[in-house]
């Protein structure tokens, strides 16, 4: 955990994969019936780990939404503070503040989710999450793929401006394209640091 401000916390790159790769665990039946189910059906599937991941983010700090600032998961609370006044004026600007903590975008098309990484680097909070899919054959190829990915990114001048050291930013695939249900899942995480993708570990729950 990283400490924030007040004393309070916010989740790390390893603390999310954690806890979102143990949801898809057997031992937790119900929601790992229900997403089995739901593999092969699209919307149905992004439902249901939209859910997870909002149930998995709220605490009694923060509050988790989706598509708030267009992210389709983000937790964040929102900063008491007094409206803006002047001394010699009698115009008064609300002040509205929210401390943004994670955004997460989950994309199960396999062929899209360079999209999010690229929307998530113009994001500014502690911990961005990218979550997408890889056809099952080709998962022994993920670093090189994002190999290729940090190649095309790194030439953004938005790139440049993101400080790696400080914020985390996270790729989890998954598979896609599975022919049995041994198959499904398989989710691993990679850190995107300033010279590239790393391979997240971290033990189980």
Not at 179 to 187: K, R, T
Request: charged residues 30%; contains cysteine.
């Amino acid at each position: 955990m990283t400490e924030k401000g007040g004393g309070k916390t916010i989740m790390n790159s390893s603390e999310f994969f954690k806890k979102f790769n143990s949801m898809f665990e057997p031992e937790n039946k119900d929601f790992y019936n229900k997403v089995c189910d739901a593999y092969n059906k699209s919307s149905e599937f992004t439902r249901l780990i939209t859910e997870a991941i909002k149930k998995l983010l709220e605490n009694e700090v923060y509050e988790a939404s989706t598509e708030y600032y267009r992210v389709d998961i983000s937790r964040w609370k929102k900063i008491k503070c007094d409206a803006i006044t002047l001394p010699d004026c009698d115009y008064m600007l609300n002040s509205n503040l929210w401390d943004f903590d994670v955004a997460v975008e989950h994309e199960n098309d396999d062929k899209d989710w360079t999209y999010e990484i690229t929307k998530l680097l113009t994001v500014n909070c502690p911990l961005r999450v990218v979550i997408g899919y890889v056809p099952a054959k080709y998962r022994n190829k993920d670093e090189r793929y994002l190999s290729e990915v940090f190649n095309q990114i790194k030439c953004l001048n938005v790139f440049s401006r993101n400080d790696f050291t400080k914020e985390e930013f996270i790729i989890i695939l998954g598979n896609s394209k599975c022919e049995s249900l041994g198959e499904y899942f398989n989710y691993k995480a990679y850190r995107l640091l300033s010279e590239g993708f790393t391979q997240l570990i971290v033990e189980k729950e």
